[in-house]
């Protein structure tokens, strides 16, 4: 299995961004999708989530701005974020809950994409 992230680049403060996470390999169900950022010298933390079910999870700190939603047809995660801020730059990551054709679910494992660097200008 492997998650393949991309839509980051340079964007000015106010403006959007559109990142994308696309699961590819034996996948047998999909769980849960997340996206966690890593700011320069910071610790990884936690965006938003969405659960199989359709229920999310923000961030305090991108609340109202982001939102994520998911395309379980394509295996793919998607993270619109408005209103970008200077402070929203970081390396975002995507992990999605996967079920391969080798596990019986409930088993899953975390997959990981490569970071997709969102830099905002002020």
């Known amino acids: 299995v492997q998650l393949q992230a991309s839509g980051g680049g340079l964007v000015q403060a106010g403006g959007s961004l559109r990142l994308s996470c696309v699961a590819s390999?034996?996948?047998?169900?999909?769980?849960?999708m997340r996206w966690y950022r890593q700011p320069e010298g910071r610790k990884r933390e936690l965006v938003a989530s969405?659960?199989?079910?359709?229920?999310?999870y923000y961030s305090p700190s991108v609340k109202g701005r982001f939102t994520i939603s998911r395309d379980n047809a394509k295996n793919t995660a998607y993270l619109q974020m408005n209103s970008l801020k200077p402070e929203d730059t970081a390396v975002y990551y995507c992990?999605?809950?996967?079920?391969?054709?080798?596990?019986?679910?409930?088993?899953?494992?975390?997959?990981w994409g490569q970071g997709t660097l969102v830099t905002v200008s002020s």
């Open positions: 992990c999605q809950e996967i079920t391969t054709t080798s596990m019986t679910y409930p088993q899953f494992e975390d997959y």
């Open positions: 390999g034996s996948i047998s169900r999909i769980n849960d």
């Open positions: 969405i659960f199989s079910d359709g229920t999310t």
